[in-house]
């Protein structure tokens, strides 16, 4: 391998700047919209009450559907055969071509989200006010499980990112698809085989799955399974042929 | 530049599209690469670009392992495919964003070659407003541009009007140069026919011809004569007026080529 196959500063720059042209309008769509329902949602709940908005709530949704939304739609030159040949003859490494997108699609779009629900509530908190009604402020740092969400977005963000290069058609649809087979898979297979074998205290309704113990489990696995999903799209990546 | 020996592809397991395909490609030029429908020219351009990957045997461009798609390796070649897709932006941007990736890419060359296609007046309108012909002449005079030691090129003439044909054929040989391969895939002979130095066909999955403008010119004569009466020649195809023919070059003098009539003499000593 020569030297500089894999990375390089100034050709990962200009892939960064060459990618950011590329993404740029799913990301900035994708945040108007879901900002703009998150909007619309909190008027018609209590933009004309004194209803006390939680934020927090607002704030993870519109970031979890978004961030999802946003990974799925991550190399959008794998939807077209002409524009991945483009994509795949472009000189730049697997590598570099995956981490400008994860930057983008993994903390870009996170960053952005942040600015756009601060003016959100701004928005709100001006409307509010002018009605003389009360807004409370919204401290994303004050939420304890903050870093708990990140890693779940990430994790989950990682599934979409690895299925928008698996399936060149519709692989937002085709992703959630596979995610509720394997739940329904590994519900089943938890209902009917580990927790029997292995648990004694075995109830229908209460499996290995959902006990505590696999709470602190899942954790664990999402540390383990981010970079497994990362590393297996570099590799789709790297395989694809057209 | 190119050494493929002893090529195996297929789409599907059990019918091979390349059996034992060897290719050796040492000196530049502009090389024409014809077949027909079918026959693997685009498979052999992706196999060469890395787009494939060949099953078995070696393939070699430019000192590198296409499959690899090494950034050195792919910032010395271009690949401009019969069916493309444009990002969303005007010229000028495409320009600034993607020239960066090229080393040798000569911004005062693009905007000449630009010019030579009557497309200097539309470098800032997005290029998917743009119809199929100016597209295309936007990424030839791209491709031009960045001076890269490979270019493929499949049916670059399709969508050109006639006089941006002519300019085709001028900035191919001005870009063209000792260091750098041409390959052009087509069946449009008769708009690339003066600009080739050698002729590559390909057919069932194999190498048939592989041999320069010279050698062929200085091998066969190309004719046309009235009747087949008392000639002696290696291939005839009837006209409405009399018959194409090709017969040995006795005076090893260099004669006009008809590509169509030796492609088809080809294609026909290997049924």
Same mark, same amino acid.
């Given at each position: 391998m020569k030297k500089n196959d894999l990375f390089d500063t100034n050709r990962f720059l200009i892939t960064l700047k060459a990618e950011s042209n590329r993404l740029k309008k799913s990301v900035l769509v994708n945040l108007v919209a879901t900002v703009g329902i998150l909007f619309i949602i909190s008027l018609l709940v209590s933009g004309i009450s004194n209803v006390m908005l939680n934020f927090n709530t607002f704030f993870y949704i519109g970031l979890y559907i978004g961030s999802f939304i946003v990974a799925g739609m991550a190399?959008?030159?794998?939807?077209?055969k002409e524009s991945t040949i483009r994509y795949l003859t472009l000189p730049a490494s697997v590598f570099e071509k995956q981490v400008s997108q994860m930057l983008i699609v993994f903390v870009g779009y996170i960053l952005f989200y942040v600015i756009a629900f601060y003016l959100y509530w701004i928005l709100i908190w001006g409307w509010r006010h002018i009605l003389g009604l009360d807004t409370t402020f919204f401290n994303?740092?004050?939420?304890?499980?903050l870093t708990k969400h990140f890693i779940t977005i990430w994790f989950w963000q990682s599934v979409f990112f690895l299925g928008s290069v698996w399936f060149s058609k519709s692989p937002i649809i085709k992703t959630v698809l596979i995610i509720f087979s394997v739940i329904a898979f590994l519900s089943l297979l938890d209902l009917f085989v580990i927790t029997k074998i292995f648990f004694d205290n075995y109830t229908a309704h209460h499996g290995f799955i959902h006990s505590n113990f696999n709470i602190e489990f899942n954790s664990y696995l999402y540390y383990f399974l981010i970079p497994l999903f990362w590393v297996a799209t570099y590799f789709k990546i790297k395989e694809k042929q057209i | 530049m190119i050494q493929i020996n002893q090529m195996y592809f297929a789409y599907k397991k059990d019918i091979p599209l390349f059996e034992n395909l060897s290719l050796e490609i040492n000196s530049g030029g502009i090389y024409g690469l014809l077949g027909k429908n079918g026959a693997g020219k685009t498979s052999l351009i992706k196999i060469i670009s890395g787009l494939l990957f060949p099953h078995n045997g070696n393939v070699n461009v430019l000192g590198f392992? &296409?499959?690899?798609?090494?950034p050195l390796f792919l910032s010395q070649l271009i690949l401009l495919p019969e069916e493309f897709d444009l990002p969303p932006m005007s010229i000028k941007r495409y320009e600034e964003v993607f020239?960066?990736?090229?080393?040798?890419?000569?911004k005062d060359k693009f905007k000449l070659y630009l010019a030579k296609f009557d497309l200097d007046s539309f470098v800032l309108q997005n290029m998917n407003t743009l119809s199929y012909g100016q597209k295309k002449k936007a990424l030839l005079s791209f491709a031009f541009a960045s001076n890269t030691k490979l270019l493929l090129l499949d049916? &670059?003439?399709?969508?050109?009007?006639i006089p941006s044909k002519a300019v085709f054929r001028k900035l191919c040989i001005e870009a063209s140069d000792n260091d750098k391969v041409f390959i052009i895939s087509t069946h449009q002979v008769k708009d690339v026919e003066r600009l080739l130095d050698q002729i590559i066909i390909i057919d069932k999955g194999k190498i048939v011809s592989n041999q320069s403008i010279n050698e062929i010119s200085q091998t066969y004569k190309f004719e046309f004569v009235d009747s087949l009466d008392n000639i002696s020649f290696l291939y005839s195809e009837q006209m409405l007026d009399g018959y194409k023919i090709i017969t040995d070059n006795s005076t090893n003098e260099p004669s006009q080529i008809d590509i169509e009539l030796y492609f088809n003499a080809i294609i026909n000593k290997n049924k």
């Open positions: 190399f959008p030159d794998f939807r077209k994303i740092f004050d939420d304890p499980d | 392992n &296409p499959p690899k798609r090494s020239s960066s990736f090229y080393p040798d890419f000569d049916e &670059p003439t399709n969508g050109l009007d």
